[in-house]
């Protein structure tokens, strides 16, 4: 039973002492930051989803719309110009080119512009019947392209003898005496540390009187009187 332990605690200690190594190595060597498409990137896609909901019944009708084409939702015709959305990479967005005209409603302008899935307060469409969003994109990928991933480079730490981790403490060196040498932990016998120069004699103290005999009171100091 106690070999076994033995054994268990070696292979853990082992382990642990594997695992130190490969972080302290990994931490000499830099760590790759993780590979991501800029910010401004957006992939073109061949279709748009759309969401149109009619105010006067609450239906829902969910559109597919391919790029360059139209579609038509009871007296709302939609048309769309382009869809863009974010890579996988990146956070979620879709974003779509649209045109939206009402033919029940002559007097209203049609609606030309952009609207963003994530951001629909953005760009909205002004229609008392109908409300429009974009859902997310769809289909094959079309241009603009996304283009390949940056390539992205380890840092190598030069000079990093004991590397310190973020948030770590640096390694505290040992303390040295005046003249150089580390500060001794236990007195050395062949110096020993003096001691402090006492300011008065010490009490000297009589004898114990044998045992059965009365204790007398020393006698006074006539310097006291």
């Known amino acids: 039973m106690m070999k076994r332990r033995i054994t268990g605690r070696a292979a853990l200690l082992c382990g642990l002492a594997g695992a130190c190594l490969s972080g302290v190595a990994q931490a000499a060597m830099g760590v790759a930051p993780p590979v991501m498409y800029p910010a401004a990137t957006w992939q073109g896609q061949s279709q748009a989803v759309l969401r149109v909901l009619d105010r006067l019944d609450g239906h829902l009708e969910l559109l597919t719309v391919p790029v360059g084409g139209s579609a038509t939702y009871r007296s709302l015709s939609v048309g769309v110009e382009s869809c863009v959305s974010r890579p996988q990479t990146l956070a979620a967005d879709a974003g779509a080119l649209l045109h939206l005209k009402d033919s029940s409603d002559p007097g209203r302008p049609p609606f030309d512009g952009w609207m963003l899935a994530q951001e629909p307060s953005v760009a909205t469409y002004g229609s008392p019947l109908y409300d429009v969003r974009v859902v997310s994109c769809a289909g094959v990928p079309t241009a603009p392209q996304a283009g390949p991933l940056p390539a992205v480079k380890a840092p190598v730490l030069a000079g990093a003898d004991v590397p310190?981790?973020?948030?770590?403490?640096?390694?505290?060196?040992?303390?040295?005496?005046?003249?150089?040498?580390?500060?001794p932990l236990a007195p050395d016998s062949h110096n020993p540390i003096p001691l402090a120069p006492s300011t008065g004699a010490a009490?000297?103290?009589?004898?114990?009187p044998p045992?059965?005999?009365?204790?007398?009171?020393?006698?006074?100091?006539p310097?006291?009187?």
Do not use: H, I, N, R
Request: glycine share 16%; no cysteine.
């Open 223 to 225: 310097g006291l009187e």
């Open 164 to 183: 310190v981790e973020e948030g770590g403490d640096a390694p505290v060196s040992a303390p040295s005496s005046a003249s150089g040498g580390p500060v």
């Open 211 to 221: 045992s059965g005999q009365p204790l007398t009171p020393p006698e006074a100091d």
């Open 203 to 208: 009490p000297s103290l009589a004898p114990a």
